[in-house]
C-alpha cells in the first residue's frame, strides 16, 4: 500500500462516528425559523438534518401515507393537534425526553407519543395604514373583524392544509362559549370579510404588511416578524380569548434512525435549545419551564385573554371540523 492510500485510510478511521450521520425531519415551521435550529445542532453534534417543510395538514397526510416506509425519521414544529390526530393515525413512537418530567403536562401526550417544545399564541394583526384610512381602531373583538370595512380585506389560514387554521377555529369555538352552532355562523359571516384563505398559516403576513390586504390571524411569531422587519402593521388581541397552540415534536414509527431521532428529540426538549429562540429573535414561549420567557414578547403577551388547546380533542375532532368548515363556510352557497 502507498504512503498516500495508508494515510487515507488512517484519517477514515480516525474520523468522528458521527461524520455521516444525517437525520430526516418532516417540520411545519419555516425555514427562517428552523434553520437556525438545525445549524446550531449539526454545529453541536455534526448530525446533518435533512428537512422538509410542509403545512400541518400536508405534513400529517405525507407521514401517514408513508407510514410502511417512513422516509422521515422526526416530526417537528406542526400544532398539538396535528401530533393527536398522527398519533390517531398509528404513526408515532412513544419516547419521553430526558426533561419529558419537567414540561407542563397539557404540553405533552400523556403516554410521550410527543413533547412540546413550544407554545405559539394567534393574534390579531393589522395595516396601519387602512386603519387610519378607514377611521379604524385595532380589532379588540371577534365581532370587530365583521364591520364592513373590512370586506375583501382579511387574509387567514385554510383549514384543508393549515394547523393555524384549526387553532383558529377553535380558537372561535371557545370564544363563543364552545358552541359549535354560534361558531360556524360567525365563521359563515368572517367569510364575507375574507380576501384569500392562504395554504400555510404565515402566508398573509407579507400581504398585510405591504398592504394588500387589512389584516388577519395569525401566530404571534409570523406576526413579530413581519414586525420586526419594518412593516407598520398594529397588533391586538381578542377580549373574548384566542387560542395558544403547543407546538411538539415526536418519533416517527419505523424511522429508520431512530437513536438519532431520540437525541434530537431529547435535545429540542431541552433549556439550551429552547434558549435559542431567545438569541435568533424567535417568538415563541419555550414549553420547558427553565427557560424565561423573552421579555419582549412576555410584553406584547401582557394583558392578553388566552386558551390552551385541547390537543386531544383538537386531535379527534379535527377532521369533523375541517369538513364541516369546507361545507358550511368555504363552499355555501
Not at 361558531?183 to 384563505?197: E, I
Not at 402593521?233 to 419505523?254: C, M, Y
Amino acid at each position: 500500500m502507498s504512503r498516500f492510500l495508508l494515510l487515507a485510510a488512517c484519517l477514515l478511521l480516525a474520523a468522528p462516528a458521527w461524520a455521516a450521520d444525517t437525520i430526516n425531519v418532516y417540520t411545519a415551521w419555516p425555514e427562517s425559523l428552523s434553520q437556525p435550529i438545525f445549524k446550531a445542532y449539526t454545529a453541536q453534534t455534526g448530525v446533518q438534518i435533512n428537512f422538509i417543510r410542509l403545512s400541518t395538514g400536508e405534513l400529517v397526510a405525507r407521514a401517514t401515507a408513508e407510514k410502511n416506509n417512513p422516509r422521515a425519521d422526526v416530526i417537528w414544529g406542526a400544532p398539538g393537534d396535528g401530533f393527536a390526530a398522527a398519533k390517531a393515525a398509528g404513526i408515532l413512537e412513544p419516547y419521553k425526553a430526558a426533561s419529558w418530567g419537567k414540561i407542563a403536562p397539557e404540553l405533552k401526550d400523556p403516554e410521550g407519543y410527543y413533547t412540546a417544545v413550544s407554545k405559539n399564541t394567534l393574534l390579531f394583526m393589522s395595516n396601519a395604514k387602512l386603519l387610519k384610512e378607514k377611521g379604524l381602531k385595532a380589532p379588540t373583538s371577534w365581532n370587530d373583524l365583521l364591520d364592513p370595512a373590512y370586506k375583501g380585506q382579511i387574509q387567514t389560514a385554510d383549514a384543508r392544509t393549515s394547523g393555524t387554521a384549526l387553532t383558529r377555529i377553535l380558537s372561535i369555538y371557545y370564544a363563543f362559549g364552545k358552541d359549535e352552532a354560534k361558531t360556524l355562523d360567525y365563521q359563515k359571516k368572517l367569510h364575507a370579510n375574507v380576501q384569500v384563505y392562504t395554504k400555510s398559516g404565515g402566508g398573509g403576513t407579507l400581504p398585510v404588511g405591504l398592504g394588500q390586504a387589512g389584516g388577519g390571524i395569525f401566530f404571534i411569531v409570523d406576526a413579530l416578524d413581519t414586525k420586526a422587519k419594518g412593516y407598520d402593521v398594529v397588533l391586538s388581541f381578542p377580549r373574548e380569548g384566542i387560542g395558544t397552540s403547543a407546538e411538539a415534536i415526536a418519533l416517527l414509527k419505523g424511522a429508520k434512525n431512530p437513536e438519532l431521532g431520540k437525541k434530537l428529540i431529547d435535545w429540542a426538549a431541552s433549556p439550551a435549545m429552547q434558549s435559542l429562540y431567545a438569541k435568533h429573535k424567535i417568538n415563541f414561549v419555550p414549553a420547558n419551564p427553565e427557560v424565561k420567557i423573552e421579555p419582549g414578547l412576555a410584553e406584547v403577551l401582557k394583558g392578553a385573554k388566552i386558551f390552551p388547546i385541547d390537543d386531544a380533542y383538537a386531535g379527534a375532532n379535527r377532521k369533523r371540523v375541517v369538513q364541516r368548515w369546507i361545507n358550511e363556510v368555504l363552499n355555501a352557497q
